[in-house]
């Protein structure tokens, strides 16, 4: 089944950079996509980036467009996102999800979850 594994969280400064990266199991054939979300205490957990397994196009949450990057190498069955220009609002615990079904940025889509992965930003 499918297993996701985070890493890479930790604390920057405003305006650093930190990569995330999340392995997945490899028994993803139903998986159409793959996202990055994020949960700060009191708040609802809400979609960051989204990835297709098959390739483009990739989808942002407009707080993150231009300073976030959501890749994914297959051969290392990793997703990875690249976070640029990290401001005070992006601190929050960042889980990697998979769906089989409508790929959006609705958490509710996305059926496999990581455990999740801290960034805090000050």
């Known amino acids: 089944h499918v297993q996701l594994v985070e890493s890479g969280g930790g604390s920057v400064q405003a305006g650093g950079s930190l990569r995330l990266s999340c392995v997945d199991s490899?028994?993803?054939?139903?998986?159409?996509?793959m996202g990055w979300f994020r949960q700060a205490p009191g708040k609802e957990r809400e979609g960051v980036a989204l990835?297709?397994?098959?390739?483009?196009?990739?989808i942002y949450a407009a707080s993150v467009k231009d300073r976030f990057t959501i890749s994914r190498d297959n051969a290392k069955n990793t997703m990875y996102l690249q976070m640029n220009s990290l401001k005070l609002e992006d601190t929050a615990t960042y889980y990697c999800?998979?769906?089989?079904?409508?790929?959006?940025?609705?958490?509710?889509?996305?059926?496999?979850w990581g455990q999740g992965t801290q960034v805090t930003v000050s």
């Open positions: 990835i297709y397994t098959t390739g483009p196009p990739t």
């Open positions: 999800a998979a769906g089989s079904q409508l790929c959006n940025l609705l958490p509710v889509n996305f059926g496999y």
């Open positions: 490899g028994y993803i054939h139903s998986i159409r996509c």
